[in-house]
């Protein structure tokens, strides 16, 4: 069964989209650079928020299943534009920091490679380069 998100246009390039299923809502308005505001999530924002929220939630359920302490672990993903041939992301430079040394290095090569499988990562263009990176914090 499909997830239907309904958007809304109400004029100054502010968008409200909502979520069926909960009723959630967030607004997007364009950066500054493309007529907006920049006083939301872009769209392209959006992209990259949930590139990284993927990238944290399939940690989370692999952690889970194991027995891992996970709590702390943060995402940075860096969101660069291009502009030919036409506007579009480029790049989503993924850093994903984890404040777990304790994590055996077996464990830590299965966590990298459950993150590169997230269903964004996997959705993306292959025109974006979309590395991820992991800093195993002490």
């Known amino acids: ?60 359920l692999l952690a889970e299943r194991h027995q891992l302490e996970l709590e702390g672990t943060r995402v940075q993903v860096t969101k660069e534009m291009v502009t030919k041939p036409v506007r579009r992301i480029g790049s989503l430079r ?17 966590l990298e490679t459950a993150a590169r499988t997230c269903p964004v990562h996997k959705s993306l263009h292959p025109d974006i380069d979309a590395p991820i990176e992991f800093v195993w914090e002490n």
Request: net charge negative; aromatic share 2%; proline share 6%.
């Open 1 to 60: 069964m499909g997830v239907e998100i309904t958007a809304v246009y109400e004029g100054q390039l502010r968008v409200v989209a909502t979520h069926g299923p909960s009723k959630a809502q967030l607004e997007t308005d364009p950066p500054l650079d493309n007529g907006g505001q920049g006083k939301a999530f872009s769209p392209t924002d959006l992209v990259a928020t949930a590139l990284g929220s993927c990238v944290l939630t399939i940690l989370g």
């Open 94 to 110: 993924t850093v994903v920091h984890v404040p777990a040394a304790a994590v055996s290095a077996e464990m830590r090569t299965r």
